[in-house]
Structure formats: structure tokens, C-alpha cells
């Protein structure tokens, strides 16, 4: 017998080896992100708005052209987690950028 854990799988009703399951949630996690033309992002990288976008509680407005570095999916295909100078905790959708 093998030295690998078995875990139960609650969606197969089956215990099966800790490795292949986490093999298979990872696969199941990725979620595939486009922009507005269609292009896939990943982390890290370079989107630019296509659109002027007001941003509620900052006061700020970010105008279309600007480029956005180093972007971080979240778990949802439509948002992107993001750094802009001056503002903290920016989440743009998916659709409002093209990636550069």
C-alpha cells in the first residue's frame, strides 16, 4: 500500500488519494477572464480603460486610455483586482479594459 492520504470526495461519494483531488479542484479553480475584446488576462498582467470610469468613494475619475499595471484575478470571471495611485481596494470589470 502506497504512503499517500486518503480524503472523500463529497461530490463522488468516493475516498480517493489527497493528491488527485487537489489535481483535480486546481483545474476546476481556473476561471478564464476576457476583456472587452475578447483577449484573456492573467495575473500581472497590463490592461488600459476603454472607458472613463467614475470611482464611487474616491472622487476620482479614471479616464479612458489609462494603463492599469499588474492586474490579480479574483474568482469571478467579470472582475479584476487592481492598484491605481491614490486609490485603495480597486475592482474594475472585465469589460471597461483591454489588455495591453
Known sequence: MSGDEYVYDEASGEWVPA??????????D???VR????NILADGDQVTLIKDLTVKGAGQTLKRGTLIKSIRLTGDPQE????????????LRAEFVRKR
Open 35 to 38: 476583456d472587452s475584446v475578447g
Open 80 to 91: 479584476i483586482d487592481c492598484k491605481y495611485e491614490g486609490i485603495k481596494g480597486l475592482v
Open 30 to 32: 481556473a476561471v478564464e
Open 19 to 28: 493528491s488527485q483531488l487537489a489535481a483535480a479542484g486546481s483545474a476546476d
